[in-house]
Nanobody, 120 residues
Framework: QVQLVESGGGLVQPGGSLSLSCTASGSIRRLYHMGWYRRAPGKQRDLVARITDGGATNYADSVKGRFTISRDNARNTVTLQMNSLDPEDTAVYYC??????????????WGQGTQVTVSS
């Protein structure tokens, strides 16, 4: 079994900051890229940011310059620092990890989602 446990999120005013963290644990043989996706009300789930095991990153255009993704490989943890938040950033944020499990199966795993609401 593999678990992705998310923390952070909540309510913040426009222009504020929040940090999301996600830790992967369980039957992990090799952890590749980790990332964050989000689903706004009435929209599909979209990539926010992703980071490879080598540290290469990519971001959605809408968050470039405002969000920063980082990871701690020793702790299987990925963090998303979100600054200058806008009401358009309101969504449920999901942690994603691509890994090989103890059965040598390579697949994506998802966290349960955490709500981020940007509102005055």
């Amino acid at each position: 079994q593999v678990q992705l446990v998310e923390s952070g999120g909540g309510l913040v005013q426009p222009g504020g900051s929040l940090s999301l963290s996600c830790t992967a644990s369980g039957s992990i043989r090799r952890l590749y890229h980790m990332g964050w996706y989000r689903r706004a009300p009435g929209k599909q789930r979209d990539l926010v940011a992703r980071i490879t095991d080598g540290g290469a990153t990519n971001y959605a255009d809408s968050v470039k310059g405002r969000f920063t993704i980082s990871r701690d490989n020793a702790r299987n943890t990925v963090t998303l620092q979100m600054n200058s938040l806008d009401p358009e950033d309101t969504a449920v944020y999901y942690c994603n990890a691509n890994l090989v499990n103890f059965d040598y199966v390579s697949r994506d795993y998802w966290g349960q989602g955490t709500q981020v609401t940007v509102s005055s």
